[in-house]
């Protein structure tokens, strides 16, 4: 990374007739002593802590799942599809989606779940949206398999890695 | 901090016998940086802290699959400006607060906070910012304090530069009113 040479971001400020140009300021924060030198190792500490190799045991279907990767999944969908119920109507004995979007918003708006728990869970399970469905014996419906990717990629982007590793087929 | 490039720091995580060195050595080059990103936009040193781990804890989680079409620099800046700006998020919401409560709430951790040592002239420039927007907060902030080039802060906050740029120069502006009035 190459930072801006400062010059350039006081012309900026002179440009913009700011009087923050007439010098450099600092934040002003501070941290306890020895703050940084303790940091790395407390990370550590906590990555150990949550090493995904103590909750791998051998799953039913033969491929090695964690359980709890597993359940985190099953949550999750339980999750969005409930938020998508909300915003059916009964429509002659049938359920129907009045507004996709809106519900998209719901789901967005649904923040006591980690999306970063969420992603690491479904990617880490090898799991496609067509296995979450299967697994929890829901038909096939096109509005709830859109809403999913939706989401999925939608917490792809947000850190920023590739939607379709955990939007597409495995196999 | 460690001289290692960031190629060489993500070629030893994911080809060396020991990726936890490779990661710890990550911390260690990028923990300042993040961690001074992150409490200028939340403030207290506590939220800060938590979350500067959080960020590393998501990194370690997903730097297996980091396919380094962008910068290990830029996307864990990423990771930290949106984790940030969720915490101010969830704050907000918890509180059922206004915009200009929680920037007053902000501004009245900074007066209380044993952690903070600017003079006169620091604190009210960050009292000013305190009254913008979180997202322009983290513009002005990145081009203000992290000196960022324009084109790093658009992989970061995932907008055009252009967009950036005339946030920042509204941000000035309402930052001149603040400390002119």
Not at chain 1, 107 to 134: C, G, H, W
Not at chain 1, 141 to 146: F, G, K, L, T
């Amino acid at each position: 990374m190459t930072k801006e040479p400062p010059e350039n971001i006081r012309q900026e400020l002179i440009e913009a007739g700011s009087t923050l140009s007439s010098g450099r300021h600092r934040d002003g924060f501070s941290v306890p002593d020895a703050y940084f030198d303790t940091l790395p190792q407390k990370i550590q500490e906590k990555i150990a802590e949550r090493k995904p190799s103590d909750y791998r045991i051998p799953a039913l279907t033969g491929r090695k799942k964690p359980v709890f990767v597993f359940i985190a999944s099953v949550v999750a969908f339980v999750a969005i599809t409930g938020l998508l119920m909300i915003r059916h109507e009964a429509d002659n004995g049938h359920l129907a989606l009045t507004d996709d979007a809106f519900s998209m918003d719901l789901i967005s708006l649904y923040s006591s779940l980690d999306p970063y728990f969420i992603y690491e869970a479904v990617l880490e399970s090898d799991m496609t949206v067509d296995e979450l469905q299967f697994g929890l014996e829901i038909e096939e419906n096109d509005d709830y398999q859109h809403a999913l990717n939706e989401y999925l990629e939608g917490i792809s982007d947000y850190y920023w890695q590739d939607a379709n590793v955990i939007t597409d087929p495995v196999n | 901090m460690t001289n290692y490039s960031d190629e060489e720091l993500l070629d030893m995580y994911s080809n060396g016998d020991n990726p936890d060195y490779a990661f710890n050595l990550i911390v260690r080059k990028y923990q300042q940086a993040l961690y001074w990103h992150i409490r200028r936009l939340v403030v207290v040193h506590d939220d800060a802290n938590d979350i500067v781990q959080d960020v590393f804890l998501k990194a370690w989680g997903a730097l297996g699959r980091f396919r380094r079409d962008a910068g290990l620099y830029t996307w864990l800046y990423r990771i930290a400006t949106n984790e940030a700006l969720t915490f101010l998020k969830r704050k907000k919401n918890r509180y059922f607060l206004p915009f200009i409560d929680v920037g007053k709430e902000l501004a009245e951790s900074l007066e209380a906070d044993v952690y903070y040592e600017g003079n006169e002239i620091e604190k009210e420039i960050q009292k000013a910012i305190l009254t913008l927007p979180d997202k322009q907060r983290a513009v002005f902030s990145l081009r203000y304090y992290d000196e960022m080039k324009y084109e790093d802060m658009a992989a970061i906050m995932g907008t055009s530069q252009g967009a950036l740029k005339a946030s920042y120069h509204h941000a000035v502006k309402k930052i001149e009113k603040y400390i002119g009035s």
